[in-house]
C-alpha cells in the first residue's frame, strides 16, 4: 500500500539530537543552577545528562519525554520557580535552541511535497517550540500540521495525536507514516495502524529499533530510496 502522508517526529528526526541538544541542556542546567556545581550535577543526573561530556546518555527519560515531564522532574532544584513557570522557561529556552538539521530540510520536504505527499510534525515538545525551530529552519510551511504534547492531542507512545494528523488530512492511517527515532514514536505509529520508520539521528541505536519498524534508514533523507523501492 502506498505512503501518501508522513508525519515527522522533530528532535532526533528533523533535527539530530544530540547535535542540536546536548549543547543546549548543558548551558540551560548552568543557568538554572547559578553556578552551584553539585546543583547542577544533581539536576543533570535526574535528567540522564552527563554534565562533564555534556552529551545525553542513551536511557535519558529526555529524549522522548514532554517539557512537562521535565519540569516536573527539574521542579524540586529549582524552588524559586513553580512548575507551570519552569515549563514555560523550557519552552521559551527550547524555541531558541541552536538547531542542527538532520539533512537540508527544505530540499527535501520539498522533494517530498513534488511527489504529492502530504506532511506533518508531532513532537513531545511543546508546539510553541516546535513552531517557532520549524519557522527559523525556514520550513514551517511545508507542513500541514504541526502539533506538541500540549496541542490537545496527546503525547506519544498515544496514536491519538498520529490519528489526529490521519484526519486533519483525511488520509488513512494505513497509507500515512510515522518517521522517528525513538520506541515512543515506532510504539505510537504501530498503536495507529501506521507504516513506521526508524532514523537513526537520535540516541536509540538501530538494534532497538530495528523490531518496531518496518525499515530503520540513517537518516530521512534516505525516504525517497525507500519510497522508489516500494514503487517497483
Not at 542542527?100 to 506532511?119: I, S, T, Y
Not at 519557522?135 to 490537545?152: K, T, W, Y
Request: proline fraction near 6%; charged fraction near 20%.
Amino acid at each position: 500500500m502506498p505512503v501518501d502522508a508522513f508525519l515527522f517526529d522533530k528532535d532526533g528526526t528533523l533535527f539530530d539530537f544530540a547535535a542540536t541538544w546536548n549543547g543546549w541542556a548543558a548551558k540551560m542546567l548552568k543557568s538554572l543552577s547559578a553556578g552551584d556545581e553539585a546543583l547542577a550535577q544533581a539536576m543533570a543526573h535526574t535528567l540522564g545528562f552527563d554534565l562533564a561530556a555534556e552529551v545525553f546518555r542513551p536511557d535519558s527519560f529526555v529524549i522522548a519525554g514532554t517539557n512537562a515531564e521535565v519540569a516536573s522532574a527539574l521542579c524540586p532544584y529549582v524552588p524559586h520557580m513553580p512548575e507551570p513557570e519552569l515549563e514555560q522557561y523550557l519552552a521559551r529556552n527550547a524555541a531558541e535552541a541552536d538547531l542542527a538539521e538532520a539533512v537540508p530540510l527544505a530540499a527535501f520536504l520539498d522533494g517530498l511535497l513534488e511527489r504529492g505527499k502530504v506532511l506533518g510534525v508531532m513532537t513531545n515538545d511543546a508546539e510553541v517550540s516546535a513552531v517557532s525551530q520549524l519557522e527559523r529552519a525556514g520550513v514551517l510551511d511545508r507542513f500541514a500540521f504541526v502539533a506538541g504534547f500540549d496541542s490537545g492531542h496527546g503525547a506519544k507512545p498515544d496514536p491519538a495525536p498520529l490519528l489526529a494528523f490521519c484526519e486533519h488530512c483525511g488520509i488513512s492511517p494505513q497509507r500515512s507514516a510515522m518517521v522517528g527515532d525513538s520506541l515512543h514514536d515506532l510504539q505510537a505509529g504501530a498503536s495507529a495502524g501506521m507504516r513506521r520508520i526508524g532514523v537513526l539521528t537520535g540516541l536509540a541505536p538501530r538494534e532497538e529499533l530495528h523490531p518496531h519498524a518496518d525499515v530503520v534508514l540513517p537518516n530521512i533523507g534516505h525516504i525517497p530510496d525507500w519510497l522508489d523501492q516500494q514503487d517497483h
